[in-house]
């Protein structure tokens, strides 16, 4: 996986938007996806003449979640995504964000991602038995500095079809008493969104079948299966 962020102190109002989140992302995205044809259900899909490829683009978003400070396993926010048959770059936007107000504090959000089952986390440091098989997971930290928002992509290419889950959470919980109606908490906020870009119609090959492909272009890489 590979990931980039950017984050900024002042975003525009824009009418339909999520309070607390950057404004959508989407126009930026689709133009930094290679390509692609029409969506299915919108228009016939079209090939590219050199590659002889056809790519679909598809969106899949899922409510903002409030995160809270972490101190037991339910206080991790789950996401989960189902990634198309034939996907060739899968793009996740995440986008995190804070109040303004004085109780908000900088801080940053962590981020585990596994395919085929929710991410085994240990943010307190538990000691697991010896003999305990832990399942790899790949994880992504979002930093909420003097900048109230952050968004970051990661990407991945090629990836298992199947469902795919984010389990996020902030730093450990403190443990000091608040007296609830004194004190106003702060809004942490988060957003994940996918993005897929898959081929249509991919060669499939079988045993003892001699079957011709023809590689057009360095930066268009044979998919079959």
Known sequence: MDSSSSSSSSVPAMAGARPGLPPPLLPLLLLLLPPPAAP?????????????????????????????????????????????????????????????????????VTLHFRYGAPPVINPLGTQFPANMSLPGSYSQTLPLGAAPQNTTFVNLTSPAAGDWFIAAHLPEATGKIEVKGFTTPCAYMLQVDMFVLRVLEVSVLEPDVPTWQTISRPAWPLHTK
Not at 55 to 75: C, K, P
Not at 76 to 102: I, M, N, Y
């Open 40 to 108: 299915a259900g919108k228009g016939p899909p079209e090939s590219g003449a050199a590659e002889g490829l056809t790519h679909v683009s598809e969106y899949f978003s899922q409510s903002a979640q409030r995160l809270s400070f972490y101190s037991w396993y339910g206080n991790a926010k789950l996401f989960r995504f189902s990634v198309p048959e034939d996907t060739v770059l899968l793009r996740w936007l995440l986008q995190a964000s804070r109040g303004s107000g004085p109780e908000c504090s900088r801080t940053q």
